[in-house]
């Protein structure tokens, strides 16, 4: 028995002869009209065609010392991705990890003099690595497809907590990201071309994406923009009445709060609404909360909490609802989108349709364990008294002001832009500013527009990379009232020395432009 | 500002007033006739009904001292999860892995006393892990859609060096296992409902799961067990022929070589006949080789290599050809199943075409960081002479030899059984025995299997089940020639009274339904 043959020894010969080679003609090239045609048409404007360019100019500057361009570096403002700028992990989530990745090290360890011990890895990270383990065994075995057990309780009772209403272990899947949970939903609930998501615009475009490699229906309710992008419960009822008179079937609606990319916090009365119209409809509630720990002002409400609340006073009304709320460990002050860690609660759904979703999730097998086992570490972080507390109330309360302070900062440049309007920032990772630039005001500006045909944030956004190397997203990746321009960006990226160059290429910018 | 305002402190009431209840009716449920066709037909047998029922079995075990149950554990012989059973991760790869989810940790011991240090962690564990942060960042960041350059850069060399033909960087895709990559290129290749798949009979239930959630056609063709599993290329060539007057478009042809379930390893000329055959219809080849390292008999010859040696004959004739070929960090001496590790190169594909694919991958997000690192670990292990060499080296050996053993010991067993037989193992972790109980010797086999409603391999795994606590799969979940029964079994479980229990049963089942 030789172990791994082609890696450490001469491989053998192949043995190859002519014969079996004339008896055919080849078949020719395999190109794009032999795809899926749904997958041609799904579009993903958070990794599209700008942060593409931006790439070539990322390899461009690391490899040619003299590029000629007019910065040294690209503003990653496209993506919230924490970790890849400059926020460091929690000490507590890394402690943890590391020590489940590598078992022995716990006796290791053991055996070292106390004070050094305690220097490397204090008491409840070994604790808790021990717990895990229990739960979880080896993070290489694949664990039950719906994902671990134990955490699966673990996350029921955060839930419980957070919300006041209790939550059923068996009804937690553990998902990679949100994405996985996202992908799963999407895909079971689309029946047909005639299959309807009501998706808020402007929205995260996984949502666009999904629906189109699912050949369904996006259906985009506007956020009102001038109220702080709160929902407009009557319009939505009107695009149901309206669909549903097109034939469409109506199957979920899409809530993301804190909002993606809009930065807004839904009130309770909006969910209630939104709930209602849920109940009334037959019509599934995907509630994307994946930012409901980067709340700067207002209260994050789960729409968990406001069911619960509802079935309280009236069962009869409510039980039918079916909602899908979403949570991960990539956003927060976590930030850990590398990990793929995230849950699902399903709340109301039968047995039946839950086992479809448990089908899909075998299909894949599981999610990563290290990333369930993340999800463990965030909701249940170390307590006032823990040997880690102090150090991880530190960590994570300077990520969260740090978060809140480059917010106001950012939205206090774009309110002191020309022809810019924002709106406050509420939470999540984003701003949305609008760009006010009239046929009337910029001709010059829509001209070139039409002639490279692009669309003004289009424009605008491809001029303020190749200028400023600030990499951030047009509007229309994720939808706006026609007729507006805006873009996403990010907060994440250090120092104000970037928004600083953003301003100056604005006022350049305008000034080129407006007549 | 308050940070986490919900978990820390006392919930602000909900003030939902009646109003918003009475003025509409409930919709009626939601149930399984609203859910996605294709998601209630795919069949994913390797975690299906008998897996489910040993998760009842083991839970009554554990949960309920006086259970009843003739024995006291359930063996999961139904899933290749080597970690799940007594098989421990590489020392090498978790030291690694541990520092990278750790950072701080690198210098932490390095002011450790040089003896502890190396106890801890060899210094060639450092050196790696202090490499791959350097070109991955932190593992809580995104990566790149398509994988980490440097570790990209990393399985192109390993794939020159395996096959002594090159490798290009930008043609590797790391992926969350092999299975991710699976549904990548049937979604991708899925156009209509009438665009089809050749697969192998038996197959990996992967497939056909796949190829249903995707609406398209699953055409098995049949391995000869008889010639050690092996493939007939004119009865694929007349598959194709006869599904083409069907107007079926064939897409992809699937290849899996170590085979899974039948343990069997594809000869070079086999693999030239499948490449001759892709040539010259224009089939798309998926190669899934995640057994390669599984080899106890035979050598693994990879497609990619025997195509770049067709390639280099002939260009013109095979320059046509595209091939996807699939690793895994789950299976081989690995076994890091929950890990998600695994990559897919992808040969002669145009850019446009590898373009669409890295948009799936996009919308995905990135595949789990930690697991990519995990792929650079398994292609690039201790070179003789590194601190970490010799311990990797009795690890590896000894899984390897122990895995050998099993199989041989469970495949011994097998052909000691009456009526059933076996094909030698020669890679995989499996054996997919033949149950030989015909119509004519098993009359009240038959008819028991008829009333059940089950066919005869389900019975037998069932009652397999039931009274010795072995879990396996119906030789159905895979796929068989009609009228022959098999079970898929791995040889992972340790021990060899699991096996006796086995032939003990095997024996009482024989006498009772035998005429």
Chains 1, 2 share one sequence.
Not at 48 to 54: F, Q, S, V, Y
Not at 83 to 94: A, I
Not at 100 to 112: A, D, F, T, V
């Amino acid at each position: 028995m030789v172990l791994r043959l082609s890696r450490h020894s001469r491989m053998a010969p192949l043995l190859i002869s002519r014969r079996f080679q004339s008896s055919f003609l080849p078949a020719p090239p395999f190109t794009i009209k032999d795809l899926n045609e749904s997958t041609l048409e799904a579009k993903y404007a958070v990794r599209g065609k700008i942060p593409i360019r931006a790439d070539e100019l990322r390899s461009e500057i690391d490899n040619n010392p003299s590029h000629g361009l007019p910065y040294d570096r690209i503003i990653s403002a496209n993506i919230g991705n924490p970790q890849q700028l400059d926020q460091k992990p929690l000490s507590w989530y890394r402690q943890v990890l590391s020590l489940i990745q590598y078992p022995p090290l716990i006796s290791k360890i053991e055996k070292l003099d106390p004070s050094v011990r305690e220097h490397l890895y204090p008491s409840d990270t070994v604790e808790r690595a021990r717990k895990l383990l229990k739960s979880t065994g080896s993070v290489g075995a694949y664990s039950h497809s719906q994902g671990d057990a134990g955490i699966r309780k673990s996350v029921a009772n955060f839930i419980h907590k957070r919300d006041g209403y209790p939550s059923d272990p068996s009804d937690i899947f553990l998902t990679g990201g949100a994405s996985a949970a996202v992908s799963y939903l999407i895909q079971v609930l689309s029946c047909s071309e005639k299959s309807g998501f009501l998706i808020p615009i402007p929205q995260y475009p996984l949502y666009t994406a999904s629906i189109a490699l699912n050949n369904a229906v996006p259906i985009g309710y506007f956020l009102n923009e001038e109220k702080q992008w709160s929902t407009d419960p009557e319009a939505i009822r009107d695009l149901i009445a309206e669909n549903k008179e097109k034939g469409i079937a109506i199957k979920a609606l899409v809530i993301i709060n804190p909002g993606n990319p809009t930065g807004a916090i839904l009130k309770e009365q909006d969910i209630v609404e939104l709930v209602n119209i849920a109940a009334e409809h037959g019509i599934v509630l995907i509630a994307d909360e994946v930012y409901q720990e980067n709340v700067f002002h207002g209260e994050f409400i789960s729409v968990k909490r406001v069911l619960a609340k509802l079935l309280e006073q009236d069962h009869e009304l409510y039980k039918n609802v079916q909602l899908a709320s979403l949570h991960s460990t990539s956003k927060g002050v976590s930030g850990e989108c590398g990990q793929r860690g995230g849950y699902m609660e399903l709340v109301g759904f039968t047995r039946e349709v839950r086992d479809i979703i448990f089908k899909l999730a075998s299909i894949n097998l599981c999610s990563v364990v290290s990333g369930q086992a993340l999800v463990e570490l965030m909701i249940n972080p170390p307590k006032e008294g823990d040997a880690s507390y102090q150090l991880y109330h530190h960590e994570t309360l300077t990520i969260h002001k740090d978060l809140e302070k480059r917010a106001l900062l950012l939205y206090e440049a774009f309110t002191k832009m020309a022809d810019v309007s924002c709106q406050k920032p509420q939470g999540a990772m984003y701003l949305f500013p609008r760009l006010d630039f009239s046929r009337e005001a910029y001709p010059a500006l829509y001209k070139k527009a039409d002639e490279m045909n692009l669309t003004i944030d289009e424009l605008y956004c491809t001029d303020l990379l190749e200028h400023t190397g600030i990499c951030c997203v047009p509007g229309n990746g994720f939808g706006q009232a026609p007729g507006t321009a805006h873009l996403r960006t990010t907060f994440l990226p250090p120092g104000t020395e970037w928004i600083s160059s953003w301003a100056a290429f604005h006022e350049k910018f305008v000034a080129h432009y407006k007549q």
